[in-house]
Structure formats: C-alpha cells, structure tokens
C-alpha cells in the first residue's frame, strides 16, 4: 500500500490568512485527490491534483479559493485562500494507482480550525 | 458514479461478527465494490473491493449478490477497535477513477 504523509497536521488560522497543506506519498502514483471533511460530515472530493497541468475541480470548488499544485509525482499542495471559520474542516489528499495497485489511500488528514 | 444506500448506524456485540449491508441497485457492470472505513478523526481506511466474486482479505469477507445490486460486509469477530464509519462505494476502476462517498454506517460494536 502507499504511505501518505500530510504537513501540517493541524493548524489553527485567523480568518482573511492562507494555509498550504503538502501531501508526500512514499512511491509514484497515477493520481492524487483531496477532500474536505466537515465537522460530522462525509467526506467531499474537492478537486483532482493532476500532474503539470491544472487541477479538476469539482461543482462547488473553484481554484481562486483552493488553488493546487502538482508538480511530481510524488508530491501535491492544497492551499486555502482567504480562510473563513466555514473552511474549518479536515483536509485529507488521497492517491490512486501506486506499485499496480487499483486502490486508493488516504494520508491521515490536516484538521483546519479558523478563528 | 452509482450511489449506495447504507444503514445509518448498527451494533454489534465484541466478538460476534459484524455484517453490514449496502445497496448499489444501479451498478454498472464496469463498478467494482469498495469497502473503506474511518475510525474518528483518521483518515479513510481501505478494507476490501469486489467485481462480482466474493472476496475475503485479513480484515474482512465482501459477498456481492449474483445481480450486483446489493453486498454485505463481514467483520468476523468484530472488537471495539473496529468501532468506525464504515463505507460502501461503488466506482469504475480506471486511471480517472475517484471515490465519491456517502454517509455511511456508523457501527458501534459493544462490550
């Protein structure tokens, strides 16, 4: 299985400021996601973090807010633009197709709270 | 994607087995199953997947019904750190394949 390691693990903002979350998976991987977790909540796909091009968002996300890079493919950022105490949430990036594998893994999350 | 329909919440006596069900009545025939659960405040883990067969892994036994609408989960011999959010998701195994989940069952297994 890959390894999926998440910086920072936890923060705590004030609103109007910008957070950039790092995923670092352990192997090279196909894909990469990240979802948003609300306080008891499922988790929401945001976006697909696509390797030297622009990420793919999904309805209700737009990249001004959720700006991603991916600039290996190994590695991805989240950043959160313009935090609001709405955005506070668990901020989890997730990969697929690592080592032939069809499954997909999740690091272990970067719980956001904004003041 | 097709949607799943899961109970809400479940409980389960430690040591007994945990079965839990899911209904994914329009499944294509390209979706496979996948199982994943989330123990508070971790991320996602996954526990099995499943086409058409049974599958049965360390952690758990997937039985997909012979028309695909429907499977059931089996942790054999639940223990209370298997006390989580459990997720039924069906999706089309490709290089763009992604994992859109639900709400899920949130099992309680007990004492």
């Known amino acids: ?115 | 994607d097709a949607k799943t329909t899961q109970p809400t919440s479940m409980d389960c006596a430690e040591g007994r087995a945990a079965n839990l069900p899911c209904n994914h009545s329009t499944i294509s025939g390209n979706e496979y199953v996948y199982w994943y659960r989330q123990i508070h405040s971790q991320g996602p883990q996954y526990i099995i997947h499943g086409l058409k067969n049974n599958e049965t892994n360390e952690m758990a036994s997937l039985i997909i019904t012979e028309d695909r609408k429907s499977s059931t989960l089996i942790l054999p011999h639940a223990t209370l750190r298997d006390t989580a959010v459990y997720y039924c998701i069906v999706r089309v195994v490709s290089n763009t394949g992604k994992l859109i989940f639900g709400q899920g069952t949130t099992l309680q297994v007990k004492p």
């Open chain 1, 1 to 115: 299985s890959a390894v999926i390691s998440q910086k920072p693990s936890r923060d705590i903002c004030q609103r109007g400021t910008s957070l950039t979350i790092q995923c670092q998976v352990d192997s090279q991987v196909t894909m990469m996601f990240w979802y948003r977790q609300q306080p008891g909540q499922s988790l929401t796909l945001i976006a697909t973090a696509n390797q030297g091009s622009e990420a793919t968002y999904e309805s209700g996300f737009v990249i001004d807010k959720f700006p991603i890079s991916r600039p290996n493919l190994t590695f991805s950022t989240l950043t959160v633009s313009n935090m609001s105490p709405e955005d506070s949430s668990i901020y989890l990036c997730s990969a697929f197709g690592g080592r032939g594998t069809d499954t997909q893994y999740f690091g272990p999350g970067t719980r956001l709270t904004v003041l």
